[in-house]
């Protein structure tokens, strides 16, 4: 009988080196995100987090959890891998403040079919930016090495935050017929909606390396911009008082996320003409013939958060927003009846 000759795990797909490696070029990037609280470093079979070391009393935990979707594409198709940990992070610490909490840790989840170190690493330093950015510490993650899983090249993320609050202090609460919205700009189509914006472009025939028809540089980085971060303006409203609702404009657009932070019984008014459509999306309602309610329920169209706010606190709040590098809009207020009650022209 023949002795078989044995093989490793290497040669069955999973470099074990290469994930040891991929860790510890990202521990100094990880190590920039540490905050009051972190506890231990990347490495560890579970990460810590000290709630009173952070500040709280009587906390309330709250997570969330998301992806980059089907811009996460484009990015492997182009190589522009920088922003799409930002957009990770964005994804889920945005959603988390909509509930009133400060964010405090974040954990990445990056699968692919043959690691390349130096790509997970780009990826993950954007996570840690983010990370930084929004306040939160980046102390733990995965990263699974999965041959026939993935086709050469790809990959995919999810990210897992959790923040915190002081009991009592939730959103929505409050929120009342006559209430104003603010709207805060968006930083461009974010990360939902990429499904209909890759078949625009593909039935335009235009490639990601094509000049970008409404701005600088090309298609695919314009399409790249990541998601803005709405951390610490909302958490900065809800500190200033008069804050009583905010809504992430995701999948579903301003149609199905605002009446998500209303109560039974009350819905609002939208003027579509408070704020101008800005390029990347007249550009895909004309190159796609999108109607305007295809628009409105598909993407942000320019509003990435909406403020929930007292009407006696409206005004000094928008200028507080504009002083530290917002552009708020005043979008329209809450009113009987239910969901969204759209006036003007979306232009």
Not at 164 to 181: I, K, Q, W, Y
Request: proline share 4%; aromatic share 6%; net charge negative.
């Amino acid at each position: 009988m023949t002795e078989k000759t044995g093989i490793t795990y290497a040669e069955a797909g999973v470099d074990i080196d290469a994930g040891n490696a991929l860790v510890e070029r990202i521990k100094p990037a990880a190590k920039r995100t540490d905050r009051p609280g972190t506890m231990a470093g990347l490495g560890g079979f579970g990460a810590l987090f000290d709630l009173k070391a952070a500040g709280y009393d009587d906390p309330v935990l709250v997570a969330a959890t998301d992806g980059v979707g089907t811009k996460l594409r484009i990015a492997i198709d182009t190589g522009y891998l920088d922003g799409v940990g930002i957009d990770l992070v964005a994804m889920c610490v945005n959603d988390l403040v909509c509930q009133g909490a400060e964010p405090l840790f974040f954990l990445d989840y990056f699968a692919t079919g043959k690691l390349d170190t130096d790509s997970a690493a780009r990826v993950v330093e954007g996570i840690a930016e983010g990370c930084a950015r929004a306040g939160a510490a980046l102390i733990g993650g995965e990263t699974a090495e999965m041959p026939g899983m993935y086709a050469a090249g790809d990959f995919d993320l999810a990210g897992f935050a959790v923040g915190a609050m002081e009991r009592g202090t939730a959103l929505p609460s409050d929120v009342t017929e006559g209430d104003v919205l603010i709207g805060l700009a968006s930083d461009g189509v974010h990360s939902n909606g990429y499904s209909l914006v890759r078949r625009i472009v593909e039935r335009a025939g235009l490639g990601w390396e094509t000049q970008c028809p409404w701005a600088e540089g090309t298609l695919g980085a314009a399409l790249l911009a990541p998601t803005r971060l709405y951390v610490h303006p909302v958490l900065d409203a809800r500190g200033a008082g008069g804050l009583r609702g905010a809504a992430h404009i995701t999948g579903g657009g301003l149609t199905e996320n605002v009446p998500r932070v209303l109560p039974d019984g009350l819905g609002v008014e939208i003027d579509l003409g408070a704020w101008r459509l800005p390029g990347v999306f007249d550009w895909l309602r004309s190159e796609g013939g999108l109607a305007s309610d295809e628009m409105l329920k598909t993407f942000n169209c320019g509003i990435g958060m909406v403020l929930v706010v007292a009407p006696d606190r409206a005004e000094a709040l928008c200028d507080a927003l504009a002083l530290a590098g917002e552009t708020p809009h005043r979008l329209g207020r809450v009113v009987a009846g239910q969901g969204v009650a759209y006036t003007g022209t979306l232009a």
